[in-house]
């Protein structure tokens, strides 16, 4: 599913990936987890293709995803990768509907089956009676289960997550941690998590520590 090998990164001449390898399967749930500043969240946007490394190669289903122009990496990441960050980041103008269908009006997704699955989507995740909230009348649990639902609107490959659950309070977060099991459970879905919640980490199929730029083995 996800293969990256050798990934280095730096900036300036603060060297904060040193050749990282990694391999993550078809259904995987996987925790990284390191100290702040060890370089979770610049690998995670590198495997996610939100950042390119000075050195290192990343397959994602056979394909080189920076061997892509331009155009067609921001394509594939809009049909195959699909992310969540600590801070939501949905649209405040929009309502819950709107922000999930995003990724799918870029994709050019048929308007009438893009409705559908997003309700699906919506209700699935427990947010039936919040379709028609913006961001700003939903809590800190609903909005980030609103970016979950945007990040499954194109049926990705993978899903990255950074500390999705950081700054949510611990009953909050334990439900989302369940939602991604389920997510998993129910749709086989893949998902490489950045936590510092050991309690998620311990729950996942692998976890991997971040040190001194590489994973610990
Ligand atoms: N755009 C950037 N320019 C310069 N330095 C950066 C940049 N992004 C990250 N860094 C530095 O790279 C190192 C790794 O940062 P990164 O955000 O990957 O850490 P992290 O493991 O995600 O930490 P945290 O747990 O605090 O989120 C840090 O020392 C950080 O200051
Ligand atoms: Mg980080």
New binding site residues.
Partial sequence: MLKATNIHKS??D?H?LKGVDIEVNKGELISII????????????ILGSLDIPDQGQVFINDQNIFDKKEKDLSTFRNKHIGFVFQFHHLLAEFDALENVKIPGLIQKTDATALDKKAKELLDYLGLKDRMDHKPGQLSGGEQQRVAIARALINDPQIIFA??PTGNLDKSTSDELHQLFFQLKKDFNQTFVL?T?NMELANLSDRTLE?VDGNIKI
């Avoid at 390191?34 to 946007?45: D, E, I, R, V, Y």
């Fill in positions: 900036y300036d603060l904060v390191g100290k702040s500043g060890s370089g979770k969240s610049t690998l995670l946007h950074d500390e950045v510092h971040m």
